[in-house]
């Protein structure tokens, strides 16, 4: 493997109208705190949230882009959601690793999302293997 410990892969998107109501339809979430301005704006958050799972992708995307040129099996990730993401919102989405097992070709990492302010919205980590 030419990846090592500390290697960081980030990309960013910017959540619009548009990717939550792909997301809905792609997900099956239709969830109004997503779609809707009116009830959103009578919760705790005052407006519309994304979809948490959106961050998921997110993270996915990051693995899948960075990976490029290898062939890797996603086979978990945690994710904390610790604040939530808005419409207007641009999102870094950052992978590093911190492990990796030579033998199995597991490759370990953590997995953030922050928020244009810095502000991180998920954390947690994944694992993939590298296959030959």
């Not at 960013?12 to 979430?29: C, K, L, M, P, Y």
């Not at 799972?53 to 086979?75: H, P």
């Not at 604040?83 to 370990?108: K, N, Q, S, W, Y």
């Amino acid at each position: 493997m030419e990846l090592k410990v500390g290697d960081q892969f980030t990309t960013t998107r910017e959540i619009t109208d548009e990717v939550i109501r792909q997301f809905a339809e792609v997900s099956g979430d239709h969830n109004p705190i997503h779609l809707d301005e009116e009830f959103a704006a009578t919760t705790r958050f005052g407006k519309r949230i994304a979809h948490g799972m959106l961050s998921g992708a997110f993270i996915s995307a990051v693995l899948g882009n960075e990976f490029r040129g290898m062939k890797i099996v996603y086979l978990s990730q945690t994710m904390k959601f610790t604040a939530p993401a808005f419409l207007g919102d641009t999102i870094t989405t950052t992978a590093t690793i911190t492990a990796i097992r030579e033998d199995r070709g597991i490759v370990t990492l953590e997995t953030i999302c922050a928020n244009q302010n810095g502000e991180v919205t998920v954390k947690g980590e994944s694992a993939v293997m590298v296959l030959p």
